[in-house]
Each structure stands twice: as structure tokens, then as C-alpha cells.
């Protein structure tokens, strides 16, 4: 299929996973919940449910399915315009050592939070700053030999800086073995919030990468084709590039300063929407924001739900069906000719 357009057909598809998975997210539960009472509820109008039912699903659950719907939104569009920018399909929002960088910053926070010398506000502040550098690592690294970088140089600098930054955050953690199991906790990734906070800090920082991704999906099919061919269409391929690495890069903080390292979902979704939709960014990038933010919200109730009452880490849910389907890219990518 080579769709460049985008059908409103699929944006209603897209629109109804997101609406299934999160009505799914809010009744499904210990506290079994009905979905006609809820939906009243959503709507304004009155429900039939106990004030500590309504608890629930004002202060606990509708929190953390909005939190899920944001961050797996922000990870897949990401990693689909990784994917684009550098035109490799193994390309995720942890290219560049993005995420190993947020980790380092909010590792940083956790372990100063501990000492008296931070405070847990300041970690999306730190996952910024650390993803940033990383990226300007990974980009100096990538050009020391001279001249432009190509993508395979960035893609290796960007495992070499992750690796390095990932061994400094192991030191910080053996430093401070008061603080293992918070970090430990964190780095496995998990959506559990009470309240709001997590959700409005991400929020306006994921709306702006949306934004700016979704203003370039256009120029993601022109860099596809070439830099030669971008340039004489009058896009500036270098400016172009590095707007949507930074965009990209900040979103993959945000993401990761709120629900820890949560991996492969920039993999799964965007290449399943290829599969069955289009190889276009004018297609991919909607779609990716649509049913990225429906695969955590679902990968979230199996969290939740797998081992009730206890509850297992999000990110190994996703690594359970990220890891073959890491396998089936690569091996695509190899019978296709696909090179990094």
C-alpha cells in the first residue's frame, strides 16, 4: 500500500481504538466499574455511582489512562519521525541517547531528592537537560571526522553515548543504594499516579512536539527521497533535520520524565501502522499519535491486570511484544535492502 494521503475512514479508526481502549482503562479494575455509569459520568450527566467510586475514576483511574493516551502518543510519534528524519527502521525515540540522557538527569533527581540537595520537581527539568546533551553528543560524536554526519555515524554515536550514559547512571545507583529500588522502579517505566500532576507537566510539552512533527510530515517524504531532491524543492534538509531531532528529543524526556523507560513503542506502533496503512509520513505520523497513545493504554490494563492485585511494570509488558517484533523489523529490513 502507498497511500499519501490520509482517509478520514482511518482517522475514525484511530479515534475509536483510543476511545475503546480508554473507556477499557477506566472500568476495568479491582473495583469493577459499569461502562454505561462511567460514560454518564464523562459526559456531565449524572451516574449512578458511589462517591468512592467516583474517586476512582476522577483521582486514579481517568488520570493515568490520559497519562498512558499522552506518553504512548508522544513515544510512537517520535519514534516514526526518527525513523523518517534518518530513514533507518530501526530508529526509536532512544536514537541519539534521548532516553538514556532523561534517565541520567532524572536518576540524578531521585538520588539528590534523597540527600536533600533536589526536589522531585525538578526532574522533568533534568530529563530535558540530559536529553539534550546526549543528542549533542551523539551529534558532535557523529560529525568529529569532518564534514556532514551520515546516518549510520549518528545512529553508532547515538549507542555509543547511550552506553556511556547508561554505565554513569549504574555508577550513581551503586553510589547510593538507599535509592536503588526507586530508580529501579522508575527505569522499568510505570503510568501509577494519583492525581493530575504528572499529566499537566506533560501535557504542553507534548501538544508542542506534536505540533512540529506533524507540521513536518510533509518534509519527512521529501527527505526520504534524497537531500539533493529536498534541496532543489527549496527545503533546507540540515535545518529541517535537526528541528525534528530536537522536537522529537524534548518529547522523549517529557515522555520519559513522568513514566520512566518505556521501550519499543516508537518500533511497534509506527511500523504496524506502515504495514497496514501507508508508508507516507502524511499518514504514518497522525495515525502513529492516534494508536500509539491506544497500544500503552492497553499495554496499561494488562499492567494493571496480569497479576492482580499486584501490578507489573509497563515497560516489561511492552518489551514482551516489542522484543520478536524488534526481530520481525530487522528481519524485513535485511530482505528489503534497508541499510542504517
Not at 131 to 152: E, I, K, N, Q
Not at 244 to 255: C, E, P, R
Request: with cysteine; charged share 10%; net charge positive.
Amino acid at each position: 500500500m502507498t497511500q499519501s494521503r490520509l482517509r478520514p475512514t482511518w482517522l475514525v479508526v484511530g479515534v475509536v481504538a483510543v476511545a475503546a481502549t480508554a473507556l477499557a482503562g477506566l472500568v476495568v479494575g479491582p473495583a469493577g466499574l459499569s461502562p454505561v455509569e462511567v460514560l454518564r459520568k464523562l459526559v456531565g450527566m449524572h451516574a449512578h455511582l458511589t462517591p468512592q467510586q467516583a474517586a476512582i475514576v476522577d483521582q486514579i483511574r481517568l488520570p493515568r489512562v490520559v497519562l498512558g493516551l499522552v506518553v504512548g502518543a508522544t513515544l510512537s510519534v517520535c519514534g516514526a519521525s526518527y525513523q523518517g528524519v534518518f530513514r533507518n527502521p530501526l530508529a526509536d525515540p532512544y536514537l541519539l541517547g534521548a532516553a538514556a540522557g532523561a534517565g541520567l538527569g532524572v536518576t540524578v533527581v531521585i538520588v539528590g531528592a534523597a540527600d536533600g540537595a533536589a526536589t522531585p520537581a525538578a526532574a522533568p527539568l533534568a530529563a530535558f537537560v540530559g536529553a539534550l546533551v546526549a543528542v549533542a553528543l551523539a551529534y558532535l560524536l557523529g560529525t568529529s571526522g569532518g564534514g556532514r554526519a551520515s546516518t549510520a555515524s549518528l545512529i553508532l554515536a547515538g549507542v555509543v553515548v547511550a552506553s556511556f550514559l547508561t554505565a554513569v547512571q549504574t555508577y550513581i545507583q551503586q553510589r547510593n543504594v538507599d535509592t536503588i529500588r526507586q530508580v529501579y522502579a522508575w527505569i522499568l517505566g510505570r503510568l501509577s499516579t494519583a492525581g493530575w500532576h504528572d499529566t499537566v507537566v506533560l501535557v504542553p510539552y507534548a501538544v508542542l512536539t506534536w505540533i512540529v512533527l506533524l507540521a513536518h510530515r510533509r518534509t519527512l517524504d521529501v527527505l526520504a527521497v534524497g537531500d539533493d531532491e529536498a534541496s532543489t524543492l527549496g527545503i533546507n534538509a540540515r535545518r529541517s533535520r535537526l528541528i525534528v531531532i530536537i522536537a522529537a528529543s524534548l518529547g522523549t524526556a517529557a515522555a520519559v520524565s513522568v513514566s520512566g523507560l518505556i521501550a519499543f513503542v516508537g518500533i511497534i506502533v509506527p511500523h504496524t501502522v506502515r504495514l497496514l496503512f501507508g508508508r507516507s509520513h502524511r499518514v504514518v505520523l497522525p495515525l502513529s499519535l492516534l494508536f500509539g497513545g491506544a497500544f500503552l493504554c492497553l499495554a496499561d490494563l494488562l499492567a494493571r491486570t496480569l497479576s492482580s492485585p499486584a501490578e507489573v511494570p509497563i515497560g516489561v509488558v511492552t518489551a514482551f511484544f516489542g522484543a520478536p517484533f524488534f526481530v520481525f523489523v530487522l528481519r524485513s529490513s535485511r530482505r528489503m535492502g534497508v541499510t542504517a
